[in-house]
């Protein structure tokens, strides 16, 4: 099983549109969330840790469920420009690395 | 904030060739540093990290070796490229913070 699992996707939504990704991973230890994006052929840039109690950021809200070990990420109004992959992203306190999920494209369509 | 620099942005070596690749960072002192590689459409394999001048841990056994000879450089190298080798890869790095900054990438095609 991978450490951190995400639905490849691509999701392919009209503007406008309300999108929702979820995230998945294995080792409980994990103590630090993040989701970044990546446009095509570029580097991956943080978009936004996730915190416990849940965080929001303009149209993007992220959420935790460490029971589950789950982590979601919502996307209201969807521009043309978050067209990107989202990669989720997990670090553990016994690991100097983080991992990471393959990633969700999305494309956002007018 | 720190920011990771890395050259050439694209190459085109060719099976059995030698390569290094050189990643710097700027911004901040004694980060932790890692070598990624991204095959085509697929995700993020960590290849090296380093916690310091000299140290080195390996994620996957491989043909590429890795280097720090100074804090805030990091190298990624092969003495004979595969074909397998062809990727993207990102060097990143981390300190104090939990953020991971990347490098723009290297562009590495295996012919």
């Known amino acids: 099983r991978k450490e951190v699992e995400q639905d490849p996707g691509p999701f392919n939504v009209p503007e406008g549109a309300t999108v929702a990704f979820n995230c998945t991973y294995s080792n409980s230890a994990s103590q630090s969330f993040f989701w970044y994006r990546q446009d095509c052929r570029k580097e991956p840039k943080l978009l936004m840790s996730v915190y416990s109690s849940g965080n929001e950021d303009g149209r993007f809200t992220a959420q935790l469920n460490r029971a589950s070990q789950y982590i979601s990420l919502l996307i209201r109004d969807s521009k043309l420009s978050d067209s990107a992959t989202y990669l989720c992203?997990?670090?553990?306190?016994?690991?100097?690395?983080?991992?990471f999920g393959a990633g969700t494209r999305l494309t956002v369509k007018p | 904030s720190q920011t990771i620099h890395q050259w050439p942005a694209t190459l085109v070596q060719p099976v059995g060739s030698p390569l290094s690749l050189e990643c710097t960072v700027e911004?901040?002192?004694?980060?932790?540093l890692y070598w990624y590689r991204q095959a085509a459409g697929r995700g993020l394999q960590l290849l090296f990290y380093?916690?310091?001048?000299?140290?080195i841990s390996s994620e996957v056994p491989q043909n590429l070796s890795a280097s720090r000879p100074q804090d805030r450089q990091f190298i990624l190298s092969s003495k004979k490229l595969l074909l397998s080798d062809s990727g993207f890869y990102l060097c990143a790095g981390r300190d104090n913070s939990h953020e991971q900054y990347f490098g723009p990438g290297t562009r590495l095609t295996v012919t």
């Open positions: 380093s916690v310091g001048i000299g140290q």
């Open positions: 992203v997990v670090k553990s306190w016994n690991n100097n690395d983080m991992r």
């Open positions: 911004g901040t002192s004694n980060p932790n």
